[in-house]
């Protein structure tokens, strides 16, 4: 059974940066496309980043765009999002996502079979 777990989150001031990454335990998992999503308190989940499974194509939600970093190497995890320019609004639980997504990336939450348990993100004012 694949288990992805994610670590790297924590406490900055708003304009710091973070790297959070996402490690899999279990059995190899090379052909996945990847994505992270987050969770504010009272917030519905949305949509932050996502890399195909050969890392040629990433998506970025629009609120993120030129902040954040999504990167792997090659088909490979672990996966990482470099996250620059941090806002108060990034606070979050950040979890990450892993699954065979026939279009490349996806936004979709349920695309991704596999899914972490959160990393908690906090940005200060």
């Known amino acids: 059974q694949v288990q992805l777990v994610e670590s790297g989150g924590g406490l900055v001031q708003a304009g710091g940066s973070l790297r959070l990454s996402c490690a899999a335990s279990g059995r190899t998992f090379r052909v996945a496309a990847m994505g992270w999503f987050r969770q504010a308190p009272g917030k519905q989940r949305e949509f932050v980043a996502s890399?195909?499974?050969?890392?040629?194509?990433?998506d970025y939600a629009d609120s993120v765009k030129g902040r954040f970093t999504i990167s792997r190497d090659n088909a490979k995890i672990p996966v990482y999002l470099q996250m620059n320019s941090l806002k108060p609004e990034d606070t979050a639980i950040y979890y990450c996502a892993a699954g065979l997504v026939s279009s490349g990336t996806s936004r979709n939450w349920y695309a991704y079979g596999y899914r972490g348990q959160g990393t908690q993100v906090t940005v200060s004012s």
């Open positions: 890399i195909s499974s050969g890392g040629g194509i990433a």
